[in-house]
Structures are given as structure tokens and as C-alpha cells.
């Protein structure tokens, strides 16, 4: 272009030479200019310019995989008929070179490239990429080069739908003790449950929320840790009896360390054969192979269309933890097929120490609150609170289509009141 530019003004320099000043000068400058603007576009491109003749053997060709209902797990692209993340032979001397990928997802995760070849093998080129944003994930200005023959490991991660938070697990754990009297008692966990906590991926935390208890009489309920502020009384709460209310404030969570074993005692009752019972909900930032479809607020407010109220009847057992298990669609079975719901609070006509939800759309735990029979106002939007306490989406959805495998259970003492439960949700719209 510098060569065609000279060229431009040999050629004419008759005609400047009897122009004005003005019309040589607009000339050269749009001369100049013509080879400024070859000079960067050589430059930005961020390689060598080709030499003629070199144009017809460029190839830029797109590749395309694809996962399915990846969760916050890496997995691996199945890759489009046709396509092979093993790279073409090329003539000696020629470059092969990734320009910027991107990625079209219902949910935000996490993009990896990998090669031995690459800067490192074990996270490679990792990118995170965000819900229904189809944007170039690097720069368009210069690409990774690429070893010729090489094959590369590529693999996506992702949450399920729209505005979840990737991997976060809030698990219900359910303990309890049998006429402890003033004497603060280990509780006994209800089947299924552990005060070892679950291991996490490195960097992500574990938080204790509010805990609370459904007790006969006045009581504490204490949860100590060598990890916590002491062993010795740790986290001591006061609670009284038939108010099921947190013991703490819902704004924030005490950190707990990872894979640690929490000891939880209790006092209350002196009765023979009373029950008291404790529920500590345990938040997760990720949890490997669960993936739980929450939602914030503002996804709530734009999508929300209808609310649906579900009742269910609770056959609660007399021996302590979780029991009365039935699918959520067991009595009332009107949700629309293929709709998402969200999952904002619940009333029960009875007291019980907890009412839980469970099912794959939960990461396979128990989320649920205090089954307060008399504050309403608590636990009918108690999902909503929790979410704008945490400033973090905790407002559970679920596909309709999953509706028989989720089921809905509670923790209730030795004198077997069946509780109504009037579950609240809400219809969301598409995406």
C-alpha cells in the first residue's frame, strides 16, 4: 500500500505541480492517510502481512460442540457431525492460530481449552461466559497459536437456566434429642443427614445460616467447632418453647471450615419421651455434581406470570427427623407441563419443626424453612427473604415436567400432628 501510495504521487505530480496549494495538500494527505490506515490494519491483525499469492490458502473454519445439562461440572463438547477438536495438517512453516471462541448458554459457566501445548494443561484457556450473552470471549486482535495436529480438550460448564447461581447447595440438617432436661445433649441426626460437612471445590465456602429449634419447653441449643470462635461454648442460643423462629439474623452466615464435624447439643424438656428437635441450614457455594436451579428477586419480578398454591397433608411419624414424604403433585396435581416454577415460601396450618422440599432440581437435598404455624407472614415469602437477606439468588425453581420426583417432607416430635402445607409458588415465564 506504501508502494501503491508513491506511485499515486509520482503519477501525479504534473497535475499538483499546476494545482493550488490547498488541492496538493488535500492530495497528499488523503495519500497519507490511505497508508496510515494499511499500516495499522497490518498491525492490529497481529502477525506477519501476507505475501501475495497467500490469500487463496487461508482457511478459517468455525467448530462447534455441544453439552447438555452440564451443572457447574466441567464437561466435555460433544462435538457437531463433522467437526473434530483434532487440528488440520498444514504446510511446514504455517501457522494455525484460536481466535476468539464464545458461547450461546442458557446459564452462566465457564468455557475451557486445553493442550499440553497450551499455557497449561489443567485449566488451559478458561473463560466465563454469562446467560444469553453470544459475545467473543477474547480479544478480536490476535489468536492463541496452536500446535499443528494437536488435539485439544474443550470443555463447558453451566447451571441449568437463566439467572441461577451455579453449584449453590443450601442443605436442611436435621437433629434431634429425646427429654434432655437442663443437660445440653448431642443430637441425634435424622436418617440421611451429618454434622460432617460436605467437601467443596477449592476456594469455595461453607456457611451456617440461622438455625432454629421446635422445642416443649425453654432450651439452648449450642453448636461448637475447634474451627469455630471457641469449642467450649462455640455458638450458644437461647430458644423457647413452640416458637420455631431463627436464632440468628438471616443477613449473614458463619463461616464453617470444610469437611469439619460440627457438634450440636441441646437442652429443653425433662418429659419423658419429648421431643426436641434442631434444623441448621447448611449453604454451599458449589458443590461437586449438584446443580439446584435457584433464582434472585429480579428474576422473579420480570418473569413471574401467576401464582399456584399446592396442598399437601403431611403423615408425619412420632419418632423425630424427617418423615411424611409424598410427591408435591400428590393431592393437587395442576401445574403445566414443561413450565418453570419458582418456589417462594409456604404456610402450614400446624406446628412443625421444619417443612423441606427435595428432589434433582434442589441438587437432591432438603431446602425449606420453620414450620411456624401462627407467622405466616415468615414463611410465606421465606425464600425470598433468605435471598434478599444474602443478597444472593436462593429462590428454588423447578420444571413442572419433574413435578412427581419432587418431594416434600417435615420434621415433627413424638405427639404426630399432620400438618397441612399450603406450598406458594410461582408461574415463571419463558426465557
Known sequence: ???????????????????????????????????????????????????????????????????????????ALTMATGDSLQLRSTPEGKKVRLLSPWTDQQSAG?????????HDNVQ??????????VYPLLPLQWGQPLAINDTLTADLSGSGTAGDVGGMVLELLCGFVTAPS?????????TGDSLQLRSTPEGKKVRMLSPWTDQQSAGSLRVRSPR??????????????SEVYPLLPLHWGQPLAINDTLSVDLSGSATAGDIETAVLPILYDELSGAAPRWITLDDLLRRGVNYEAVENTLSL????????????????????????????GFETDTECAAVAFRGIDTGNVRVGGPGHELNKALTRDWFIRLSQALGIGLIPTF?????????????????DADPLVNTILVELAPR
Open 317 to 344: 411419624g412420632t419418632g423425630g427427623g424427617w418423615s411424611g414424604s409424598e410427591a408435591i403433585n400428590a393431592e393437587f396435581d395442576n401445574l403445566k407441563a414443561n413450565t418453570e416454577y419458582a418456589l417462594v
Open 182 to 190: 437442663t443437660t445440653q445433649t448431642a443430637l441425634t441426626m435424622a
Open 1 to 75: 500500500m506504501l508502494l501503491l501510495a508513491a506511485l499515486v504521487l509520482i503519477l501525479l505530480a504534473p497535475a499538483l505541480l499546476a494545482s493550488s496549494t490547498l488541492a496538493i495538500a488535500a492530495l497528499v494527505a488523503l495519500v497519507l492517510f490511505v497508508a496510515w490506515r494499511a499500516w495499522t490494519e497490518r498491525a492490529r491483525v497481529g502477525w506477519s502481512a501476507l505475501a501475495a499469492g497467500d490469500v487463496g490458502g487461508l482457511v478459517l473454519e468455525l467448530l462447534c460442540g455441544f453439552v447438555t445439562a452440564p451443572s457447574t461440572t466441567q464437561t
Open 110 to 118: 465457564s468455557l475451557r481449552v486445553r493442550s499440553p501445548r497450551l
Open 124 to 133: 488451559g484457556i478458561r473463560l466465563r461466559s454469562v446467560a444469553s450473552e
Open 228 to 241: 469455630l470462635h471457641d469449642n467450649v461454648q462455640g455458638i450458644r442460643l437461647r430458644s423457647v418453647a
Open 399 to 415: 420444571n413442572a415436567n419433574n413435578r412427581a420426583a419432587i418431594q416434600i417432607d417435615g420434621a415433627q416430635d413424638e405427639n
